[in-house]
Nanobody
Framework: QVQLVESGGGLVQAGGSLRLSCAAS????????MGWYRQARGKQRELVAV???????NYADSVTGRFAISRDNAKNTVYLQMDSLKPEDTTVYYC??????????????WGQGNQVTVST
């Protein structure tokens, strides 16, 4: 099993910044991707940003230019730097890791979720 521990959420004023962290531990064979998703109440979980093992990144249009994803491979940790935050960014953010097994299968694991609240 793989465990993900998130940290860094909280309350910030519009225009401010927060940094989320997600540390992975456990039976990690090879990390394929790590990413951040968010889910507003009553809506589907949506991709915010993802980073592949080679370092390539992908962002949702709504956060491009404001958020930056990065990872520390030595620490199995992924970060999400969130700048110029807007009230519509308020929701729960989830970390996700895709672990490639020795049999070349991909297994997905989720963090516990971290509330981000942006006030006007």
């Amino acid at each position: 099993q793989v465990q993900l521990v998130e940290s860094g959420g909280g309350l910030v004023q519009a225009g401010g910044s927060l940094r989320l962290s997600c540390a992975a531990s456990g039976s990690i064979f090879r990390i394929y991707t790590m990413g951040w998703y968010r889910q507003a109440r009553g809506k589907q979980r949506e991709l915010v940003a993802v980073i592949a093992s080679g370092g390539s990144t992908n962002y949702a249009d709504s956060v491009t230019g404001r958020f930056a994803i990065s990872r520390d491979n030595a620490k199995n940790t992924v970060y999400l730097q969130m700048d110029s935050l807007k009230p519509e960014d308020t929701t729960v953010y989830y970390c996700k890791l895709q672990n490639m097994s020795p049999l070349k299968t991909l297994n997905g694991y989720w963090g516990q979720g971290n509330q981000v609240t942006v006030s006007t």
